[in-house]
């Protein structure tokens, strides 16, 4: 993410009036305007077998997935950000323009991106009561990271590589780690100078 020229401030309500009328989007992080920058195929890829794997697992349930361009309202009127995925089988999820009550969030990690999706992004996510869990997905290497709402309210990491099955308890859906991975092309060690 970088922020844009001359740090545009605005309140949240001008915020969502005018990334309507934008081409590229924005995150709104306290008050300040953030642009999303692009990923990588691999990022890409990884996200979108993330999504159709779980969007054919929740196909006859109430539950939605939604990637890329649907924004998720952290604190109303705080913050505001784009997940790489997002599912929600809240029924007061209604509002065409964001989702309010996220089960699981999934973040596919960027060098760009992966020190706000950790730390800044995480703490936010975390105040949200429905939010049971919190992906982050490597895609330098085969790795997911989960972390879990426990009945405490703690947040617990279980860690996931590629001969691995992952179950998502938010979503009740079990996942092959290998399937998120299918296209991938990892750059080879040792190759980076041929």
Known sequence: MVALPDNILMSAEEYLIWELTQEQRYEY??????AMTGG???HNRVSLNFSKILDDALADRACEVYIVDVKVQVEPGQKYFYPDVVVTCD????????VQFPCLIIEVLSPSTE?????????????????????????????????????????????????DRLLLESV???????????????AAEGTENQ
């Open 29 to 34: 992080w306290d008050g300040e305007v953030v």
């Open 40 to 42: 990588t195929r691999n």
């Open 91 to 98: 029924e007061r999820d209604r509002d065409p323009q964001l």
């Open 115 to 163: 020190a706000a999706d950790r730390g800044k992004k995480f703490a936010a996510y975390r105040q949200s009561p429905t939010l049971q869990e919190y992906v982050l997905v490597q895609v330098a290497q085969p790795a997911v990271e989960v972390f879990r709402r426990n009945e405490f309210g703690k947040w617990v990491l279980s860690e996931y590589s590629l001969g």
């Open 172 to 186: 009740n859906v079990e996942i092959a780690i290998a399937s998120l991975y299918q296209q991938v092309q990892f």
